[in-house]
């Protein structure tokens, strides 16, 4: 009887476990959280404040891969380097790639001078594909996909979080397209450095890189910059905290525009898209 007993208490330890996941950024943890519900244990790989651009593990996080059950990769710049890493420290994990199926884009990088009309150099691919509400939704789905495949017996359980995210998400981008409806033939914005190119792309918007293949720009660039942003008549910069916005404050001053912080790397995706459209659109 004891031993009967011992058997169904670890088959239903067993059944309620929850799945030790990674993420890489805060984004990935809100949406996973949204999917995931309480099933889930989250660890985050790339802490508030830290660029996934230069990040570095620190041994404590090591132990939460050896103990990983699935990793959710969304092909940032630390995860070329560490993947591998992280397989060979536990063979066992699983690395989804919730990235899978998105049109990626490249990366805006150099500003042309010699065009006034939004065209810009390009460099490598932009990882920020969750600034687009048409991304989240395929990366959602992706999670959907691995979450119940890795534990079909709470399939259902997943697939309900998701119908609900998937709401969520269509109303984040009506809101979004209801706001930007008011602007007229200006459909630009400034910002230091280029992690809004999907954003832009959703929303038929031109997004004005005051940063130069990742420096600041030289005086002959900063002119040419305030001239477009003249024409264009863009009502703020945004910079990131992770990042020095120096340059963008000087051409905020120019231009009697202010400076935004805002930062990509938000858990609060929803918001910070809605905070970024009014923005544009003069409402801030």
């Known amino acids: 009887?004891?031993?009967?007993?011992?058997?169904?208490?670890?088959?239903?330890?067993?059944?309620?476990?929850?799945?030790?996941?990674?993420?890489?950024?805060?984004?990935?943890?809100?949406?996973?959280?949204?999917?995931?519900?309480?099933?889930?244990?989250?660890?985050l790989m790339v802490q508030p404040?830290?660029?996934?651009?230069?990040?570095?593990?620190?041994?404590?996080?090591?132990?939460?891969?050896?103990?990983?059950?699935?990793?959710?990769?969304?092909?940032?710049?630390?995860?070329?380097?560490?993947?591998?890493?992280?397989?060979?420290?536990?063979?066992?994990?699983?690395?989804?790639?919730?990235?899978?199926?998105?049109?990626?884009?490249?990366?805006?990088?150099?500003?042309?001078?010699?065009?006034?009309?939004?065209?810009?150099?390009?460099?490598?691919?932009?990882?920020?594909?969750?600034?687009a509400p048409n991304n989240v939704e395929i990366i959602a789905k992706n999670i959907y996909d691995a979450l119940s495949k890795y534990d079909s017996l709470n399939a259902p359980y997943y697939k309900k979080n998701l119908d609900t995210f998937l709401a969520s998400v269509d109303e984040t981008d009506k809101q979004i397209r209801e706001i930007l409806s008011s602007l007229n033939?200006?459909?630009?914005?400034?910002?230091?450095?280029?992690?809004?190119?999907?954003?832009?792309?959703a929303y038929d918007l031109d997004q004005i890189a005051v940063e130069v293949e990742g420096k600041s720009p030289k005086p002959r660039e900063l002119v040419m910059l305030i001239k477009e942003a003249k024409e264009e008549k863009v009502n703020a910069i945004f910079t990131q905290p992770e990042f020095s916005d120096s340059a963008a404050k000087i051409i905020a001053n120019e231009l009697h525009i202010p400076v935004v912080k805002i930062s990509p790397m938000a858990p609060n995706w929803s918001e910070n898209l809605i905070h970024m459209a009014k923005t544009i659109a003069g409402q801030h």
Do not use: C
């Open 185 to 201: 033939k200006s459909r630009s914005f400034m910002v230091f450095h280029p992690s809004w190119g999907y954003f832009a792309k």
């Open 49 to 131: 404040g830290n660029s996934p651009h230069t990040y570095e593990p620190k041994p404590s996080q090591m132990i939460a891969i050896a103990h990983a059950d699935l990793y959710f990769a969304i092909d940032v710049e630390f995860e070329h380097t560490w993947l591998l890493k992280f397989q060979s420290l536990n063979a066992n994990m699983h690395i989804v790639d919730i990235a899978d199926g998105v049109k990626k884009m490249h990366m805006t990088q150099a500003h042309n001078e010699h065009d006034t009309h939004g065209e810009h150099a390009h460099a490598g691919e932009d990882p920020h594909i969750w600034t």
């Open 1 to 43: 009887m004891k031993r009967i007993t011992l058997l169904l208490l670890l088959l239903t330890s067993y059944i309620f476990s929850n799945i030790n996941a990674i993420v890489s950024i805060l984004p990935e943890q809100t949406f996973l959280k949204a999917i995931g519900g309480d099933k889930v244990n989250i660890s």
